[in-house]
């Protein structure tokens, strides 16, 4: 399939499912394809919509603001500077008891782990979650973020086609299957069929990807110090 548009789609829901539109409404059809977008975007983190955002940490602050719309955070980079962005590292990215474990004494230096807390959401606000620091920030440090954003959503006439319903097609189709099919209580066969099918895809879509799914860079970056060319 070369690219799909919304109405497509959603035409294409009914055909497959057998079910009219006095059951799957317009309305149930635009929230079972939101869930499938959700489910891709987490499944398969595309650079397409990759963001970085440059910040301070605040000394004496062991929290900072994902930015808004981050659906999910790849990897955080800190500097040693207060001004400029010099010789950075790529924080670890740990889990929240850990970090209380290892910083039980609250001290404070350069940043080396960082671990989510509340998540990023996908909103456009400035609740998108927040990323917690070992050691604590002990003076204002520059970081960069590294973080996927939710895209605008799939809709009938005023956004008909994304990236990912023009290069993931049958995923797409796939995915909103599966999620239908489990609107409807039924019948099992047919969901673990598209369920089978939308898992498929998504190893071949991951596999043209650099991202990879929902890892921390530093954790999977092949390349973590720079090397010296031989001198001539």
């Known amino acids: 399939m070369a690219g799909i548009s919304y109405s497509d789609l959603r035409t294409n829901i009914r055909n497959y499912t057998e079910v009219s539109s006095n059951v799957l409404t317009d309305a149930v059809i635009e929230n079972i394809v939101l869930n499938a977008e959700y489910r891709i975007f987490r499944d398969v983190p595309i650079d397409a919509y990759r963001k970085i955002a440059q910040d301070n940490f605040v000394a004496n602050q062991e929290h900072a603001n994902v930015p808004a719309g981050a659906l999910f955070v790849r990897g955080v980079q800190v500097a040693d500077s207060t001004s400029d962005f010099n010789n950075p590292i790529w924080l670890e990215r740990k889990d929240v008891t850990y970090l209380d474990e290892f910083n039980n004494a609250r001290a404070t230096g350069r940043p080396k782990f960082y671990a989510m807390q509340g998540g990023a959401t996908g909103n456009t606000n400035t609740t998108s979650g927040a990323i917690l620091l070992s050691p ?27 990236f990912i319903s023009l290069n ?57 110090l720079p090397i010296q060319s031989p001198s001539q």
């Open 168 to 224: 993931f097609p049958n995923g797409l189709l796939y995915c909103c299957l599966a999620e239908t099919f489990g609107y409807l209580k039924g019948p099992t066969d047919m969901l673990q069929l598209y369920e089978g099918k939308y898992k498929a895809e998504v190893q071949m879509f991951a596999g043209e990807q650099i991202g990879r799914r929902r890892r921390d860079d530093y954790t999977d970056g092949t390349i973590r």
């Open 136 to 162: 604590i920030p002990n003076a204002t440090y520059v970081f960069k973020i590294h973080y996927n954003v939710m895209p605008a959503k799939l809709e009938a006439s005023s956004n008909e086609t994304n």
